[in-house]
């Protein structure tokens, strides 16, 4: 009897669980830790959905199994907030389908339309399930940057003219996670017309669509025409609504990736629980004013956290959408390794963050920052960094982080 399971090999230790299991060892022990690890957020969703899951939760005839591919009132509720938002019609019956968080949708779309040595574009750093949703299903991955510049296209055209087999697959994640990243319409415009003259099928993750600053809205790939002959795209409630725990997510595009996903999504499982796409209904077409709330208090947390680390000693740029900053490792600091820092930073600051190499290799260098604290947790971490940094014998400079 082997104990060498095939895709357990092509599966990596899992580089973040190492900081998250830190992290939970401290916090068992009675200390203090600043989580911006994970991107949990820790606000509660709006009252009016609570209001629902328990009206529908107490029905008798709710708690057999519910629809695999989302409920008809929830599918086209999805479908009117492409309508609404970026003014995209779905058919709800053929262009939409429901999944458990966009993570899940991703792995399941992977399976359905993956065969073993099939060779897959994914960013490079990216969320790991850009990658490995992939690699589980018997896929090779060749990066790609994740910054949109020119560089990307020259690396899309490398790919494409000395990979065997050509790649069929390419996933786009745009605000990207972890970089923060973002692209406007004329990139998606550029990035349809490539797949469509490379015969490649396009994935956009989208997960962060509501998390935008500065006043530039995050555009959909949807919105180029004839980007549903090429492209399905992912999105979620989790940030939009603050509701990560209720997995609720969407897939939505392309008639015959949605079939096949759906296919597939028949034989895993019967959907979510069915008070909670009632739920998820009413977040989607009731009062819209948390979206905006959300969205400020996430700007303000980003303008804290550049603020009183810059005054730490640490410098981070500013995102422009997304709930994250990809921080760059203190210059000092930086042959330590996002690893190392990150132990060391959650250790001796009581602060955890996300190492940057947990993301791909590209990402060695840098950590990701959750804006999951309040404002004042953020300017603790900002002072618990600063005594970290000159401990390490690091300028910090003169004034004090606020």
Not at 241 to 265: C, D, E, H, Q
Not at 307 to 324: N, Y
Request: glycine share 8%.
């Amino acid at each position: 009897m082997s104990e060498e399971f095939y895709r357990m090999k092509r599966l990596p230790p899992y580089v973040i669980a190492e900081v998250n299991a830190m992290r939970a060892a401290a916090r068992a022990g009675g200390e203090d830790i600043i989580d911006l690890g994970m991107g949990n957020p820790d606000l509660p969703p709006p009252p009016h959905v609570l209001e629902k899951l328990c009206e529908v939760a107490m029905k008798p005839d709710a708690h057999g199994y519910s629809q695999s591919k989302g409920i008809p009132g929830l599918r086209r509720a999805q479908a009117n907030y492409y309508g609404r938002r970026f003014g995209v019609d779905l058919n709800p019956e053929t262009e939409v389908v429901v999944t458990m968080g966009s993570k899940e949708g991703l792995a399941s779309l992977a399976t359905a339309i993956t065969a073993p040595g099939d060779v897959v574009l994914a960013p490079n750093p990216s969320y790991p399930i850009h990658m490995f949703g992939f690699i589980i299903a018997g896929a090779t991955i060749r990066s790609v940057p994740t910054t949109p510049d020119e560089k990307y296209w020259e690396a899309l055209d490398r790919a494409m003219a000395f990979t065997v087999p050509r790649p069929s697959v390419l996933v786009v994640g745009y605000p990207s996670n972890p970089t923060a990243e973002t692209v406007d319409l004329a990139f998606y415009e550029r990035l349809v017309a490539w797949a469509k003259e490379n015969k490649v099928w396009v994935l956009s993750d989208l997960a962060y669509s509501e998390l935008y600053y500065d006043g530039n809205p995050t555009p959909s790939i949807l919105q180029v025409p004839g980007a549903k002959d090429v492209a399905v795209e992912f999105t979620s409630l989790s940030k939009t609504y603050s509701m990560a725990g209720w997995r609720i997510g969407f897939a939505v595009g392309n008639p015959t990736l949605i079939a096949a996903l759906t296919r597939v999504k028949s034989y895993l499982d019967y959907g979510a629980f069915t008070p909670i796409q009632a739920a998820a209904c009413a977040a989607l077409n009731g009062p819209q004013d948390i979206v905006a709330r959300n969205r400020e208090l996430y700007h303000k947390r980003r303008d804290v956290l550049v603020e009183s680390f810059g005054r730490a000693g640490w410098d981070i740029p500013a995102p422009k959408a997304s709930m994250f900053a990809w921080a760059p490792l203190p210059p000092a600091l930086k042959d330590m390794g996002s690893l190392e820092f990150s132990k060391q930073l959650l250790t001796h600051a009581k602060v955890a963050v996300a190492p940057g190499v947990g993301y791909g290799e590209d990402g060695e260098g840098f950590v990701r920052i959750a804006l999951v604290e309040n404002e004042q947790r953020l300017r603790q971490a900002a002072r618990n960094v600063k005594k970290y940094l000159q401990s390490m014998g690091v300028n910090t400079g003169t004034k004090a982080a606020s």
